[in-house]
């Protein structure tokens, strides 16, 4: 049974870091498995930010690039997103999701593989 549970979200301000962290279960962690984090703001589609592929790249948005990194524990039971230099734009709600197929390369930025998703945790830049 594939389970994700998010934490850490929270209110910064701009220009500031805020790390959300994701559990997964074991379910969720076979080694071709796709994993991301996406976020949706409200009256927005989902978009995927960062996500790692089948082989272990991970591929960035053009819009988080540089500001924030995708990592995982050595275990890859939980992924971690780190975000600096925060901007108002990113608010949004944030979600670890896993698509349970091969992707490679700029394929794991679409959203529509990812069928499991956390709960979310929200974060909010003023």
């Known amino acids: 049974h594939v389970q994700l549970v998010e934490s850490g979200g929270g209110s910064v301000q701009a220009g500031g870091s805020l790390t959300v962290s994701c559990s997964l279960s074991e379910a969720a962690s076979y080694s071709h498995y796709c994993m991301g984090w996406l976020r949706q703001a409200p009256g927005k589609e989902p978009e995927v930010i960062a996500a790692v592929d089948s082989d272990g790249r991970i591929a960035y948005a053009d819009s988080v690039k540089g500001r924030f990194t995708f990592y995982q524990d050595n275990a890859g039971n939980t992924l971690y997103l780190q975000m600096n230099d925060l901007k108002p734009e990113d608010t949004a709600m944030y979600y670890c999701?896993?698509?349970?197929?091969?992707?490679?390369?700029?394929?794991?930025?679409?959203?529509?593989?990812?069928?499991?998703w956390g709960q979310g945790t929200q974060v909010t830049v003023s």
């Open positions: 999701a896993v698509a349970p197929l091969r992707m490679y390369g700029l394929h794991t930025l679409n959203p529509r593989p990812f069928d499991y």
